[in-house]
């Protein structure tokens, strides 16, 4: 079983950035692709970004292209996001996730068994 905290949400004005982090316990994500998804209010869950199990690929969704960075630090079992030039339409909650099985990535919510409480980050404009 994994688990996963997200942390380094909070509310910020359009422009500014954030970090959030993902620690995972309980297994080691070395060999395992991550990703991040968030969910507006009224809105279904979407991709964000993902990254490999090496971090030598990463991907991205049209809507933060540019603007938002996923790494990782398998010494640490963490996985970040950093989130540049915000902007409100980026307020949601934003989860980290990882899959049962190693070596893989996707942009597919249902490929991923394991997810965080969320963080929620907030953009004023």
């Known amino acids: 079983q994994v688990q996963l905290v997200e942390s380094g949400g909070g509310l910020v004005q359009a422009g500014g950035s954030l970090r959030l982090s993902c620690v995972a316990s309980?297994?080691?994500?070395?060999?395992?692709?991550m990703a991040w998804f968030r969910q507006a209010p009224g809105k279904d869950r979407e991709f964000v970004a993902t990254?490999?199990?090496?971090?030598?690929?990463?991907s991205y969704a049209d809507s933060v292209k540019g603007r938002f960075t996923i790494s990782r630090d398998n010494a640490k079992n963490t996985v970040y996001l950093q989130m540049n030039s915000l902007k409100p339409e980026d307020t949601a909650v934003y989860y980290c996730?990882?899959?049962?099985?190693?070596?893989?990535?996707?942009?597919?919510?249902?490929?991923?068994?394991?997810w965080g409480q969320g963080t929620q980050v907030t953009v004023s404009s």
């Open positions: 990254i490999s199990w090496g971090g030598g690929s990463t």
């Open positions: 309980g297994r080691t994500i070395r060999s395992y692709g």
């Open positions: 996730t990882a899959p049962r099985d190693p070596y893989y990535t996707s942009a597919l919510s249902e490929k991923y068994d394991y």
